[in-house]
């Protein structure tokens, strides 16, 4: 699908990725980009900044309150006619405020805000605008995973565990609706920079192994991919080759992520001394 012409939703978009797929989208020709943020006041940056060029609008959202993200989802399509792409991208770290660690044993509120946000947010958006697309014949469902979705995420469970669910979601829905016009994309990008990888340290900690990307080279591998409508988006090609080897021998893949988890700790061991 091309982006020229179409009414296209970021959640997330007042910063990092999500900031880099509106300009991106504007810049591409979509008739509008309606930025979707909890900070309102970098969405409204963002949506001024390339209103000089498109339709531009910027809504404050927590996307984690399904009557506040259908409530605004409703009213762009009232007011736009249609939504033709929703690109779930708002995501948080562990959700606990750290940025980062959470392991197994992290509370319960953690995990729930956490859920709530990398993959309820997914599914309430969807949910809603799912009916006008089919009714149209087609639209476009993307989201932001990462490569935690596909590999796990060494130091936090609760990233990796919520992240594999918005990739099983995705996988859903194009299963579900590909046959009714329905494009769906995942990405799925290790180390970004700047913000969230920025709480990661320097070499952005493990999933700064492969280097880190920026958010204008995460940008050019969602456009390319939404271009050819392929549903998975690697802006770290290495992460195909880590998903072939854990298929092909997960006993194998579990023993080589103990023993960077162990690499790490010590490395983190010996900055600390
Ligand atoms: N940066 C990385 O290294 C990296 C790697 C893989 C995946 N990701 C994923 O990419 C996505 C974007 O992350 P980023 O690196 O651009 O981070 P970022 O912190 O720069 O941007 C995330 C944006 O989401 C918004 N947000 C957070 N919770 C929200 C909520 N409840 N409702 C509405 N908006 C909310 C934030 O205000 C922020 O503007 C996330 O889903 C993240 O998990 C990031």
């Not at 993200?69 to 033709?84: F, H, M, P, V």
């Not at 796990?152 to 995705?170: E, L, P, R």
């Not at 080589?256 to 900055?271: C, Y």
Request: aromatic share 6%; proline share 2%.
């Amino acid at each position: 699908m091309k982006l020229a012409g179409k009414i296209a939703v970021v959640t997330g978009g007042a910063n990092g990725i999500g900031e880099a797929l509106c300009r991106r989208f504007a810049a591409e020709g979509a008739e509008a980009v309606i930025v979707l943020d909890l900070e309102q006041d970098n969405a409204e940056r963002v949506a001024a900044d390339i209103s000089t060029t498109t339709r531009a609008e910027a809504f404050g959202c927590d996307v984690a309150n399904e009557a506040q993200l259908t409530g605004i989802l409703r009213d762009i399509e009232a007011k736009y006619g249609r939504i033709d792409v929703i690109f779930s991208n708002a995501g948080v770290g562990s959700a606990d405020g750290e940025g980062g660690i959470a392991g197994p044993g992290a509370t319960s509120d953690v995990w729930q805000r956490c859920w709530e946000i990398n993959v309820m947010a997914h599914v309430y958006a969807a949910r809603q605008v799912l009916p006008g697309m089919i009714a149209r014949g087609g639209g476009y469902i993307a989201s932001t995973a990462s490569a935690a979705g596909v590999l796990n995420q060494i130091g936090s469970s609760v990233y990796g565990t919520t992240k594999h669910a918005a990739v099983g979601f995705a996988e859903s829905v194009a299963i579900e609706h590909g046959g009714q016009g329905i494009k769906v994309s995942v990405l799925c990008p290790q180390a970004v920079a700047p913000r969230m990888i920025a709480n990661a340290g320097d070499e952005g900690g493990v999933q700064g192994g492969d280097g880190i990307a920026t958010v204008d080279q995460v940008a050019d591998s969602v456009l390319k991919a939404m271009d050819e409508e392929k549903f998975m988006i690697l802006p770290h090609e290495e992460v195909l080759v880590y998903m072939q080897r854990k298929t092909s021998d997960y006993d194998r893949w579990i023993g080589g992520m103990q023993r960077l988890k162990a690499r790490f700790q010590q490395r983190s061991k010996s900055q600390q001394q």
